[in-house]
Every structure is written in structure tokens, then in C-alpha cells.
T-cell receptor
Framework: DGGITQSPKYLFRKEGQNVTLSCEQN?????MYWYRQDPGQGLRLIYY???????QKGDIAEGYSVSREKKESFPLTVTSAQKNPTAFYLC??????????????FGEGSRLTVL | KQEVTQIPAALSVPEGENLVLNCSFT??????LQWFRQDPGKGLTSLLL?????REQTSGRLNASLDKSSGRSTLYIAASQPGDSATYLC?????????????FGSGTRLLVRP
């Protein structure tokens, strides 16, 4: 079945460690996104990519890094510079259209807890 | 700056009721509006996508409307069931630059009581 796979589902990290969250999609979508969700808040955009080998910062990119070497994959690294990394991380993808009307699809999320 | 608001933050109704969830946005320059459902600890599931040129979309017991001029959208759920209990989020895709970003509301947490 087509979809978006995030791994791991749960991740624990010690302070000072970098961790990488995986996101893979087989929907043949050009655009991919990383959102962060905190309790009681809306989703906030971390990074997005509209094409391979290109990505842009979202609203809260500090302390995060991404790469887009393949169309299907958009991994997110949470670095030790991120001050409050404990959160629920959601990966999404969409088609890119001239009218910018692509529907957004999400993975199941990864919950990161810093010990 | 585009802002999206969902009121109320939480709603509890008895099974069988028809209900309306509200979403408002501050800037009418949007490409589309999308409604999502989120179960606890899960990702978001797309329910309905309304393009800016459309007034409404329907899927089963769900009907979403869009009034760009007033900056409002509603999600109507007919004959609610306990399985409809979840958080419902709306998001708009603003017409700014060539961005593909969505702006999300904080959601309405719905509980349908048996």
C-alpha cells in the first residue's frame, strides 16, 4: 500500500546526543515536510523540501537539520543544539502542482523524549 | 500573517447528534483548506480538501464548507458515533511566495458519548 513510514515510533535520547528520525514515502510525491506537535499547540513547520537536493527552513528550524538525497526519503536530525526537543514529530508529503493545490498526507509520527 | 483558529477547543456530545466544528482564518488569500482527524498518539488522517474555488466537499457523513470572504470553514458531522471521537484540525495553504506550507489551527477535541 502507498503511504508514509516514520521510524522509530518511540525514541529516547540523552541530553547532548544527536538523533535522526526516518521518513520514507512511496506515493511518488515531490514535496516532503517535517512538523513538530506539542500538547495544546498546532503543528509547527520545521523544514520542507519541494525537490531532491533542495530544502527550506520552516518556522522553527533552529537545532534541526535535514537532507533530501532521494525523492522517497527526508530524514530529520535533532541536534544537541535544540533546546527543548521532547515532542511528537510528524512527516508529511504532497504532490507539487502549478496551482499549489496538493493534498497533504501524514505518517504515523515519532515521539522523541529527552531523558 | 495568516492565523487559523478553531473554537471550541473541546466538545462533548451524545451519540447520534449532528454537530458542527468551526475553523476561521485571517487572510482569505488561500489555495485550499484541509480538514484532518488525529487519534491519540497517531498521525493525521486527511478527511476533506476544499480548493479555494469550491464551496463545499462531502465524504460520507462529513461535509465541509468554505466561505473565503468571511474567513470561515465548517466541518459538519452527521449522526455522530463514538468512533468519531478524535481531535479535528483544519489547515490552510496560503498564497504567499511559492510556498507549499500549511498553517494549522490548534484543533477541536471531540468526544462522542455512547
Amino acid at each position: 500500500d502507498g503511504g508514509i513510514t516514520q521510524s522509530p515510533k518511540y525514541l529516547f535520547r540523552k541530553e547532548g546526543q544527536n538523533v535522526t528520525l526516518s521518513c520514507e514515502q512511496n506515493l511518488n510525491h515531490d514535496a516532503m515536510y517535517w512538523y513538530r506537535q506539542d500538547p495544546g499547540q498546532g503543528l509547527r513547520l520545521i523544514y520542507y523540501s519541494q525537490i531532491v537536493n533542495d530544502f527550506q527552513k520552516g518556522d522553527i528550524a533552529e537545532g534541526y537539520s535535514v537532507s533530501r538525497e532521494k525523492k522517497e526519503s527526508f530524514p530529520l536530525t535533532v541536534t544537541s543544539a535544540q533546546k527543548n526537543p521532547t515532542a511528537f514529530y510528524l512527516c508529511a508529503s504532497s504532490r507539487v502542482s502549478r496551482q499549489n493545490t496538493g493534498e497533504l498526507f501524514f505518517g504515523e509520527g515519532s515521539r522523541l523524549t529527552v531523558l | 500573517k495568516q492565523e487559523v483558529t478553531q473554537i471550541p477547543a473541546a466538545l462533548s456530545v451524545p451519540e447520534g447528534e449532528n454537530l458542527v466544528l468551526n475553523c476561521s482564518f485571517t487572510d482569505s488569500a488561500i489555495y485550499n483548506l484541509q480538514w484532518f482527524r488525529q487519534d491519540p498518539g497517531k498521525g493525521l488522517t486527511s478527511l476533506l480538501l476544499i480548493q479555494s474555488s469550491q464551496r463545499e466537499q462531502t465524504s460520507g457523513r462529513l461535509n465541509a464548507s468554505l466561505d473565503k470572504s468571511s474567513g470561515r470553514s465548517t466541518l459538519y458531522i452527521a449522526a455522530s458515533q463514538p468512533g468519531d471521537s478524535a481531535t479535528y484540525l483544519c489547515a490552510v495553504r496560503p498564497k504567499m511566495d511559492s510556498s507549499y506550507k500549511l498553517i494549522f489551527g490548534s484543533g477541536t477535541r471531540l468526544l462522542v458519548r455512547p
